[in-house]
T-cell receptor, first 112, second 115 residues
Framework: GQSLEQPSEVTAVEGAIVQINCTYQ??????LSWYQQHDGGAPTFLSY????GLEETGRFSSFLSRSDSYGYLLLQELQMKDSASYFC?????????????FGPGTRLSVLP | DAGVIQSPRHEVTEMGQEVTLRCKPI?????LFWYRQTMMRGLELLIY????????DSGMPEDRFSAKMPNASFSTLKIQPSEPRDSAVYFC?????????????FGAGSRLTVL
């Protein structure tokens, strides 16, 4: 089976940098994704890492270490609109590599 | 591109009634997923279709749940009979197999309340 762990809540102030960690256990790993979900909204794709290292997309970066079964999402220059829940999701070999299992989510609160 | 379209956005029904949720995936996407989201259990995969064929329904809670995809542009998730514990937000998502397989595009969701 698969399991993912994330902190339940993180709080930071505008302009700060925050890191949301994700550890996972899976039988066959393809990659790690991150999704953002605002209250009442749908999850939206942020990033995907299949290989070790850091991927940067604007203010957001995502890191993966396959040997440590660990990844993180880094949000820089925080803005109020970044207040949302952030989910890591493992893509594994079940269902022919189409199985995306989501973590419990981390609720980020950005304070003024 | 209109994105993934789900209907209804909100549904309130009484225990024992039949509920049908609908989804139109993004045109050209050939993988479709149904997820359920609750506070207690988070985002759970219910069923996955590839090229309109159900690949795995092991996430479907029980026989009261059924899903169909009669063509590439339409899928339904049916609950019969509904129970209060089925109250949740049901999301449909689609992806493009191959290079696009890493990205799930979610619909706005259908919020179901069973009284």
């Amino acid at each position: 089976g698969q399991s993912l762990e994330q902190p339940s809540e993180v709080t930071a102030v505008e302009g700060a940098i925050v890191q949301i960690n994700c550890t996972y256990q899976t039988s066959g790993f393809y990659g790690l994704s991150w999704y953002q979900q605002h209250d009442g909204g749908a999850p939206t794709f942020l990033s995907y890492n299949a290989l070790d290292g850091l991927e940067e997309t604007g203010r957001f970066s995502s890191f993966l270490s396959r040997s440590d079964s660990y990844g993180y999402l880094l949000l820089q220059e925080l803005q109020m609109k970044d207040s949302a829940s952030y989910f890591c999701a493992v893509r594994d070999q079940a269902l022919g590599g189409q199985n995306f299992v989501f973590g419990p989510g981390t609720r980020l609160s950005v304070l003024p | 591109d209109a994105g993934v379209i789900q209907s209804p956005r909100h549904e309130v029904t009484e225990m024992g009634q039949e509920v049908t949720l609908r989804c139109k995936p993004i045109s050209g996407h050939n993988s479709l997923f149904w997820y359920r989201q609750t506070m207690m259990r988070g985002l759970e995969l219910l069923i996955y279709f590839n090229n309109n064929v159900p690949i795995d329904d092991s996430g479907m809670p029980e026989d009261r749940f059924s899903a169909k995809m009669p063509n590439a542009s339409f899928s339904t998730l049916k609950i019969q009979p509904s129970e209060p514990r089925d109250s949740a937000v049901y999301f449909c998502a689609s992806s493009l197999r191959g290079t696009g397989a890493n990205v799930l595009t979610f619909g706005a969701g259908s919020r179901l309340t069973v009284l």
